[in-house]
């Protein structure tokens, strides 16, 4: 937990170059995945609303993607720090130069896996919001609200974060991978 509260608290420094968009919009997703855990918590036992059980099941697993984004920006911030290293490694011969081209693209793929399970994530938050619309307590109208803008900018800065990594990618197949199903998550 200490390490997720210290990835956030890195976006909040102005003077820290290392941790940005995909640390953000992943706090940003669990933020949201949170509002909805509450919205659904707030319709339960309510009159003309669905079933108990409904918003249960939705809380349950929106508390779930709330706690798996708020580890997904720990996550990210740690895999620019992976991608910052490989960069730094030794670079005087031949052999040092594979290693480092090797740890550069390693680093790189998971720094778009990374966003990438984030955005999914977050397209998810989406649709337990979507549910939450049919029938929900509409005192919490406002909450729902900000859930799904939380979320939808999450999955775009999400989405944002995996594309600006892709072009890193030497590997063709596995870059071609990682954008179709970025779009399969986006779309």
Do not use: W
Request: net charge neutral.
């Amino acid at each position: 937990m200490q390490e997720n509260i210290n990835a956030f608290l890195r976006v909040l420094d102005a003077t820290d170059n290392s941790t940005g968009g995909g640390t953000a919009s992943s706090v940003a997703g669990a933020m949201s995945a949170g509002l909805a855990a509450m919205v659904a918590r707030l319709s339960m036992d309510k009159k003309d609303l669905a079933p108990t059980q409904t918003y249960q099941t939705i809380a349950a697993e929106a508390e779930i993607l709330s706690t798996e984004l708020f580890d997904g920006g720990q996550e990210d911030a740690a895999a620019f720090d992976r991608v910052t290293m490989a960069y730094k490694m030794p670079k005087d011969t031949t052999a040092s130069k594979d290693v480092r081209a090797q740890a550069i693209q390693t680093a790189m793929q998971h720094a778009a896996e990374v966003p990438l399970s984030n955005a999914a994530r977050c397209r998810r938050v989406l649709e337990l919001c979507q549910l939450l619309k049919k029938r929900f307590n509409t005192n919490a109208a406002s909450d729902l609200e900000c859930a799904v803008y939380l979320a939808t900018a999450a999955l775009k800065g999400c989405a944002a974060n995996v594309r600006i990594n892709l072009p890193y990618i030497k590997d063709e197949k596995v870059r071609k991978d990682i954008g179709e199903r970025l779009t399969s998550i986006v779309e």
